[in-house]
């Protein structure tokens, strides 16, 4: 990628919420992103995206991030409900909407810890998997890091074990991108999804929320289940990923109900 990208022109304010719209805080928030051969994704999109790929020591790469976080004070941006707290894990691949040239991302799925599933299951034919999705962090109270951040999930169609640290030498490092808010706007502040549904029609969704405050973190272990069946990510190359970002966390608007195409 050799344009610079700038928040200044992504970020804008929120819209305001209505219906059946949800707000949600996202706890011990990561993004772990793996640079592979564009090739390796062939047959997922339909026709109307393309891949939006980074060049890197001279060769093409397409990039796909694992998203783990505990959904806390899950509930209506509109009205008074009960707040729910479940752990999640989203398989995104970073893609252009050839329609409106708009940079976003391919849901590969869901992973989701709770009854809940049910609504975007079976009444939304989402892709979304049920998972029992387990998080031990530890944050440094001296100095903020995470000592320890370790996430087990156990799944049928996701199984994902994860160990981060966040040693004070964690620095800044992207490479395929001209400088580092480039490679942050383009791997934090994709605001629309799009999947195939269970029923094989093609969906979206959209999200708001401001500028993501993460920080680098370095990768102990990865075994994610569904990129070595994949054959996306091989369980070696999940060992090294190009990029492993980390929040405690933040605040998410979700728009809904998912629209069909």
Same mark, same amino acid.
């Given at each position: ?12 304010? !929120? ?21 592979? $051969? ?32 505990? $959904? ?133 969704? !959209? ?55």
């Amino acid at each position: 990628m050799k344009n610079r990208l700038r928040f200044q022109d992504f970020l804008h304010k !929120r819209p305001a919420p209505s219906g059946i719209d949800v707000l949600c805080k996202l706890q011990h928030f990561a993004i772990i992103t793996y640079a592979v $051969d564009p090739t390796r994704f062939e047959g997922l999109l339909p026709d109307r995206f393309k891949l939006d790929t980074v060049e890197i020591s001279g060769t093409e790469k397409g990039l796909i991030s694992v998203v783990p976080f505990v $959904d806390v004070d899950f509930t209506s941006a509109v009205f008074p409900f009960p707040k729910f707290r479940m752990g999640q894990t989203n398989y995104r691949i970073y893609i252009v909407d050839t329609n409106t040239g708009e940079r976003c991302v391919w849901f590969l799925g869901t992973t989701l810890d709770s009854w809940t599933l049910v609504v975007p299951r079976f009444l939304w034919n989402l892709p979304w998997y049920s998972g029992k999705v387990r998080f031990d962090c530890d944050i440094d109270q001296q100095t903020g890091r995470y000592s320890s951040y370790r996430m087990a999930t156990a799944a049928n169609w996701a199984p994902a074990e994860l160990h981060l640290s966040q040693p004070a030498e964690s620095g800044w490092k992207f490479d395929g991108f001209p400088d580092e808010e480039t490679a942050l706007v383009f791997l934090t502040h994709p605001l629309a999804g799009f999947y195939h549904r269970r029923d094989g029609k093609l969906g979206t969704y !959209r999200v708001w929320h401001e500028r993501l405050q993460v920080v680098p973190a370095k990768l102990e272990s990865a075994s994610f289940g569904l990129l070595e069946r994949s054959g996306i990510v091989s369980s070696e190359e999940q060992q090294y990923p190009h990029s492993v970002l980390l929040e405690q966390i933040n605040e998410f608007t979700i728009y809904l109900p998912p629209k069909v195409l």
